[in-house]
């Protein structure tokens, strides 16, 4: 990278985790009571800030519930107790706290930009209240026209290529997610499935693309977080200039 691009990447970089860590601490501050004993916790860059915020003000009774390997070590490395979801009775989480790659007016949510929106949405459908917390370039007007990678779907491997026949049908163009310099090959869950990207070219109707998807064989989970299942009941965004936006979600 040339070094003046270097040096506006950096400050972007910086503004970018400046803007999660003031609207983490804000959703902290405005959700979390003494009186949570199961707190979920999402995936990605932005649950870090709201772990550290968290780490202030939980009680020995918080018992808090990840939904992947990077937040399950974040949480034991900060010397949080943690529980497993299959450790918790239905229902009984909370609130859950989780980031997002692009979010409507509405509350409904494209997730699973890290890979882990299988367990992030278990979680989610667990939780009395789901408070995702983002920056301003996940503010979106219509799912899909956003975040450019599209839609994640888990897959059962096997299934693959039979699943991206049909995306396609939809009208999608669906990528196998590699495992990039990481990995040769596909980019592998928590869970040991495969990722595909399903980019849908001007956007997507959220109930109809949802249960589309839903409706393929093969396809574990989708990460269109919307009705059908769980969308946010609020959404705090850092915004460019220093200011948290917060999007109530009316019911
Ligand atoms: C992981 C997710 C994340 O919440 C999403 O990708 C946002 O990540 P970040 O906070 O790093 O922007 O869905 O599966």
């Known amino acids: 990278m040339l070094p003046l691009l270097r040096r506006r990447h950096s400050t972007l970089t910086t503004s970018l985790d400046r803007a999660k860590r003031l609207a983490a601490t804000r959703a902290v501050r405005e959700n979390f009571s003494p009186a949570h004993n199961y707190i979920g916790i999402g995936s990605g860059s932005t649950v870090v800030h709201v772990v550290s915020s968290l780490l202030q003000v939980a009680t020995a009774n918080t018992t808090f519930v990840p939904t992947g390997y990077q937040s399950r ?3 034991l490395s900060a010397g949080l107790r943690v529980a497993l979801i299959d450790e918790v009775p239905p229902g009984a989480i909370d609130i859950a ?11 409904n949510c494209v ?6 929106l299988l367990m992030e949405k278990l979680v989610a459908v667990n939780a009395g209240r789901f408070v995702v917390v983002a920056d301003w370039t996940k503010i979106s007007t219509k799912l899909g026209e956003r975040y450019a990678p599209g839609v994640p779907v888990e ?3 096997a299934a693959a290529s039979y699943v991206m026949s049909r995306l396609r049908e939809l009208g999608a163009t ?4 590699s495992g990039a310099k990481a990995k040769a090959g596909p980019c592998v869950t928590d869970n040991g499935n495969f990722i595909l990207d399903a980019a849908f070219p001007g956007g997507i109707e959220v109930a109809d693309a949802a249960a589309r998807i839903r409706g393929i064989v093969g396809v574990v989970e989708h990460g269109i977080f919307s009705d059908a299942d769980r969308k946010a009941d609020v959404v705090y965004y850092g915004m460019k200039d220093g ?3 917060v999007q109530g979600i009316i019911q």
């Open 174 to 177: 669906p990528v196998l997610r």
């Open 97 to 107: 706290f989780d980031g997002a790659d692009e979010v409507d007016p509405a509350g």
């Open 155 to 157: 897959v059962l491997p």
């Open 243 to 245: 200011e948290v936006l």
């Open 111 to 116: 997730k699973g930009g890290g890979a882990c």
């Open 73 to 75: 070590s974040l949480l």
